[in-house]
């Protein structure tokens, strides 16, 4: 919707027929002008449908003529490149008065400067359109409507109309940011593992004060009969052999 001559090949093969008129709404190249990479989701040959967008002070739509019975998809193509906080641009998406899409953030879903597409299905069934649950008159032209909220203002980058089922759409790969961002903070949570020293160190036990050697000391209640019997055998034997000296010597 960006481009000013509303063509555009698009890298899954959808052209974009300039068939929408693009005077509803105010044309913005800003994610074009600073460069916005979009690298992280987005082939860089879809990249300008994310940089270049449509946005109004109020709400704003397009008319999409559609003349035979089929199952279709609409294809919102979005990227938050002036905003860098939540709840800053908040709007809502009605189509044929229907709303389809309320309270869109497109920060919230995806965060700065990264592609991001909204899908709404929907059923052409003689003079009936078929959204979900509800089934509202149809006279050939679909009316899609950006509806502002007290939040900025409505925009769009680029929309696609699709023939076909949402399960046929392409679709954008998987945004890898997330993953990083929570396998980073898994890492950070985690605490830090510290290293078994005990498992190849053996244990070191306190140190043993060092024995002294000291003179054992008399037990008082110790039974030391025993250590006495040398002394009396000796003197039994020296008492009687003085007595036999003394008795000779006083015979002779």
Do not use: C
């Amino acid at each position: 919707v960006g481009r000013r001559d509303g063509r555009f090949i698009m890298l899954a093969g959808i052209t974009t027929t300039g068939r929408l008129s693009v005077s509803s709404g105010i044309n913005a190249e800003y994610g074009g002008v600073h460069h916005i990479p979009l690298l992280a989701r987005v082939h860089p040959q879809d990249r300008i449908l994310y940089q270049t967008e449509r946005y109004h002070y109020d709400n704003f739509g397009y008319n999409i003529p559609i003349h035979r019975n089929g199952d279709y998809v609409i294809i919102l193509k979005f990227s938050e490149v002036y905003f860098r906080t939540s709840n800053q641009k908040v709007f809502d998406v009605r189509l044929n008065n229907q709303p389809v899409i309320v309270g869109l953030d497109i920060f919230s879903k995806v965060g700065f400067g990264t592609a991001h597409d909204e899908f709404v299905s929907f059923k052409i069934q003689d003079n009936s359109l078929l959204i979900g649950d509800y089934k509202l008159a149809f006279e050939g032209n679909l009316h899609l409507e950006f509806v502002k909220t007290p939040y900025d203002n409505p925009k769009v980058n680029a929309i696609v109309l699709y023939e076909g089922t949402i399960e046929e759409v392409p679709k954008l790969p998987p945004l890898q940011q997330e993953d990083d961002e929570v396998i980073q903070e898994e890492i950070i949570q985690e605490e830090p593992a510290k290293p078994d020293v005990m498992q190849d160190t053996p244990q070191q036990q306190p140190a043993q004060p060092k024995k002294v050697s000291r003179p054992k000391k008399a037990n008082p209640y110790e039974d030391t009969s025993a250590q006495y019997w040398p002394i009396l055998i000796s003197i039994g034997i020296f008492l009687p052999t003085v007595i036999l000296l003394y008795n000779r010597q006083k015979a002779g």
